[in-house]
């Protein structure tokens, strides 16, 4: 739940209470299940808030790096963490794209709705940065929203009709927040989700392989990639 554009200091207890519901719920499980973690791995959760998909892996595998830009996020997951017994969840303050990890440490980085806060190039800078921090043979799962305001698109269409329909029925207090959302948008200060062909792209540019994206019924999706054995580094040269 890292974000560059809003306070998420005043909004720990809202993404708490969204991560506790059914359907966060069953995108962490999927997550994990995409993941295979194993209980010598080493985890970065990217974006790991109050603890949605780092609370469930601490307990299958010996170390989770949870990576957050909000100093509130951090410590309501490090008490989390403290009061399930887990000593082997570091919580720690940092962005997406600068990950305050030595090359090569993790066998898995994990995140959960936190790059649809990005603009494409600083998607770029966090996956390089996931590319760097992973071993050769790690795995990358992303699970985020997966769609863009590209009219075209068949299921972008979809998915934008189905918001606004949905804001629209709540009345007044709906169109206030359309008005808002398009101001938002005007500004460049509204989210920054991308779709499944641009994910595909952007992870084979970055320099994983056996890329593949699996759609939800909702707004999302979730990426999953793997670095290749031996490798070293992503070329800068791919991120142009």
């Known amino acids: 739940m890292f974000s560059t554009s809003r306070d998420w200091d005043a909004r720990v207890g809202e993404a708490e209470l969204v991560a506790r519901g059914a359907g966060f719920c069953a995108l962490r499980d999927r997550i994990i299940e995409l993941a295979e973690p194993q209980a010598e791995h080493t985890i970065v959760d990217v ?18 790096w949870a990576i957050d830009s909000s100093p509130a996020m951090r410590d309501y997951l490090r008490v989390k963490a403290t009061s399930a017994d887990l000593h082997n969840v570091e919580t720690v303050l940092a962005s997406a ?117 699996e759609m939800l019924a909702h707004e999302g999706g979730i990426a999953i990639a793997e670095t290749p054995v031996g490798s070293t580094g992503v070329s800068r040269e791919n991120l142009r």
């Not at 974006?47 to 989770?64: E, I, K, M, P, W």
């Not at 998915?159 to 500004?187: H, S």
């Not at 200060?189 to 062909?197: D, L, S, V, Y």
């Open 47 to 64: 974006g790991s808030g109050t603890g949605l998909l780092s609370l469930a892996l601490a307990g299958r595998v010996a170390r989770v």
């Open 97 to 213: 794209v600068s990950l305050p990890l030595v090359d090569g440490v993790a066998d898995l980085v994990v995140s959960n709705y936190c790059l649809h806060e990005l603009r494409r190039a600083d998607k770029y800078r966090a996956l390089a940065e996931a590319r760097r921090v992973l071993k050769p043979g790690g795995r990358l799962v992303i699970g985020d929203m997966m769609f863009s305001l590209n009219p075209i698109q068949t299921r972008d269409r979809h998915v934008v009709t189905v918001k606004l329909r949905k804001i629209a029925r709540r009345g007044l207090p709906g169109v206030w927040r359309l008005l808002k959302n398009a101001a938002r948008l005007a500004t460049g200060r509204w989210e920054h989700p991308a779709n499944a062909a641009w994910w595909h792209e952007a992870l084979t540019r970055s320099g994983f392989h056996n890329v593949r994206v």
